[in-house]
């Protein structure tokens, strides 16, 4: 055999393993296993989990019917894009179930995880509006609990100190 039939024959073996291992790899968008629940104690352990990695957390209470709230996703993954790994952004969906998220995320996810809010998880944050912000710093302090829509150039700036930068 030669070189380019051997080149040929190994790109060829290379696409099938590919294409073979694709399925068992992937999931569409929007699956029920994107959207774990996710309730106070829940959250507690996620923040000092992050505190105990040095890491900075910004959680984003929203819904799918807040038209505010779907801009702000937006500028969430700009965030995050631009942060990488020191500032973990998660968001917690306070919808009556899953079904609404599957749509919402139909066709793409975002690059942060989403959860469903489950027990009031929301209440221990004070979450009177939607969306609504909560920074805490890579020590676990907590810098920033508010409700709204904020710009981009505010979020980066808040997690920038956030992270310590």
Known sequence: MSIGKKTIALAGALLALTLALTPACSRPSGAAEDFPGLDAPG?????ARSKAGGQAVLICFWATNCPACR?????LERLREANGQGLLIIAVAIERDRQALE???ASRMPNYPVYLAQNGVYEDYEVS?????????KAGVLRFNRSGAYPFAMLEGMARQAVGG
């Open 43 to 47: 959250l507690k352990n996620l923040l």
């Open 71 to 75: 801009l702000e996703l937006v500028e």
């Open 103 to 105: 749509t919402f995320f």
């Open 129 to 137: 509006a939607i969306p609504t912000l909560v920074l805490y710093d």
